[in-house]
């Protein structure tokens, strides 16, 4: 029975009806573990071992799950992973009893224990406690994955994120520095004055946002209601209420596309501040990423998806007008008709039925967006496409609006916000019919919040940063599922 798991390939049942024998002998012997409600674990492997000096000869508590052993007669070397990372203990039967010793030769990689003893250092040179005590915590009825190759299966590491994080301890620390960003991106509002709110993830109104609800029902009130797209209208309305800086830190739900940049629940920090416009948002926006990634321990350049990006020197910042013609060679400064020349000339293949606003956006799309490597801000968005902007006084086709861009992907959004309810309303109507003519993602109209515009808000700047995606530039990971703990999987049928 003690060998079976030698197998590799052991289907992992058979496996779970071993260690089940095993579970039930120990509970006919009185010793079942499930009962244990407490281990006093004074400290943790990173202590131990970033401090062997301090720690020689001194008695140590810790408890983890064990991840491989070595069984040598009378005495056994052994790993014990906690949250810190593993440490080697070394077990004899003289030091334990010989009860406990044949316990712990029964039991299987994956138990947890809780282990008293001293520090030593081997003669190999590696840090390890010499057990006086043992106590098995926990039974894993099921194995762990190979321990060389780890858990590999992306769909399998993605719907058992527990395995992965005992099985990869790469993806523990990318969740540590997520962590960090977050509480990072805290400190640095926090410092500048901003609140942190809370508003509702349950709303009658689906706005904020150009994007695609997710609708459910209140039993109790009978209607439908929408899980938020954006916290932003709420948030506006604090800035009328008479708060100047606030922020918040929190889950969007989008009933969109699924794949490497999206996920239909993400995280999303919104943030708005009285008396200042998208430019400050610009700078607001390059300092907390500057001070996020030295947080975490970054160098200025960083490399992500075989890019270099170097986030120590002032971003870039460009029109989307400048940025189309920078990379298409079409001016779209002049009237529809003479940028449709232009394309025509080119052999640029396009929608003629586009208005000016949107024909522009489509080109930036289609040739500009993936070309955007270092950081940019590209700036002055159209009418069309912004609905809650304030207009650009330069050109009233054009708003003041920007979005970051990194290694070609939108980091960050942000505006001089619309502060004028009569534009304000004539969007929202202009909003209903583009969603009256199949636009599901355009914007549904807000009454209660034109009329918290014409209690007056000042002028105000606001922002939005895209979490998921800054933690997944931050560590590396290409894919947004990398930095989800639990992302959003199909069922197994």
């Known amino acids: 029975m003690e060998n079976i798991e030698q197998n590799e390939q052991l289907d992992p049942s058979l496996v779970r009806e071993v260690r089940l024998q095993k579970l039930k002998a120990l509970r006919n012997e009185g010793k079942d573990p499930y009962l244990c409600v407490k281990f006093d674990k004074k400290h943790n492997s990173a202590q131990i071992l970033n401090n062997t000096e301090k720690f020689i000869d001194k008695k140590v508590s810790i408890a983890g799950r064990m991840i491989s052993r070595r069984i040598m007669g009378k005495a056994s070397f052994a790993h014990i992973l906690d949250e810190k990372g593993a440490i080697q203990i070394y077990i004899k039967k003289d030091d334990v009893g010989e009860e406990a010793y044949d316990s712990f030769k029964k039991a299987d990689v994956g138990d947890i224990f809780g282990i008293v003893g001293h520090v030593f250092v081997t003669h190999m040179g590696e840090t390890s406690i010499r057990v006086q005590k043992i106590e098995l915590l926990s039974k894993s009825l099921l194995p762990l994955p190979e321990k060389f190759h780890g858990l590999k299966d992306q769909d399998l590491r993605y719907r058992q994120r527990y395995v992965d994080l005992i099985a990869n301890p790469e993806v523990k620390e990318t969740f540590v520095k997520r962590s960090q960003i977050i509480s990072g991106i805290r400190e640095f509002l926090d410092k500048k004055g901003f609140l942190e709110v809370e508003t509702p993830i349950l ?184 609905p809650l902007t304030k207009k650009f006084a330069g050109d009233p086709r054009l708003t003041e609006r920007f979005e970051l861009f990194v290694t070609g992907r939108e980091l960050a959004n942000a505006y001089s916000e619309l502060n004028d309810p009569i534009d304000q309303k004539e969007r929202f ?4 019919k583009q969603r009256a003519g199949g636009d599901e993602e355009a914007n549904l109209p807000d009454d209660d919040f034109v009329t918290a515009l014409e209690y007056g808000m000042p002028p105000t700047g606001g922002l939005g940063i895209g979490i998921d995606r800054l933690v997944q530039l931050l560590t590396g990971n290409y894919s947004i599922r990398d930095v989800l703990l639990f992302p959003t999987m199909k069922p197994i049928k």
């Open 429 to 432: 109507i202009y909003q209903a």
């Open 203 to 386: 709303n009658t109104v689906a706005g904020g946002a150009t994007a695609r609800p997710f609708i459910t029902h209140h039993n109790t009130l009978n209607m439908d209601m929408y899980l938020r797209i954006a916290p932003e209208l709420y948030l506006k309305r604090l800035i009328v209420g008479g708060f100047e800086k606030v922020y918040e830190i929190g889950r969007l739900f989008r009933n969109e596309g699924m794949d490497i940049k999206h996920n239909p629940e993400f995280t999303s920090m919104e943030l708005y501040e009285a008396y200042v416009d998208f430019v400050e948002m610009m700078n607001i926006t390059e300092g907390i990423i500057k001070f996020v990634n030295k947080k975490i321990g970054n160098d200025d350049v960083i490399e992500f998806d075989g890019h270099k990006v170097n986030l120590g020197k002032p971003f870039n910042r460009m029109s989307m007008i400048d940025a189309v013609k920078k990379y298409t060679g079409v001016d779209f400064s002049g009237s529809l008709e003479n940028a449709q020349k232009q394309l025509d000339k080119k052999g640029i293949e396009y929608d003629k039925k586009l208005s000016w606003g949107k024909l522009l956006v489509e080109m930036f799309d289609r040739f500009v967006e993936d070309k955007l490597i270092e950081p940019t801000f590209i700036c002055y968005y159209p009418v069309e496409n912004s």
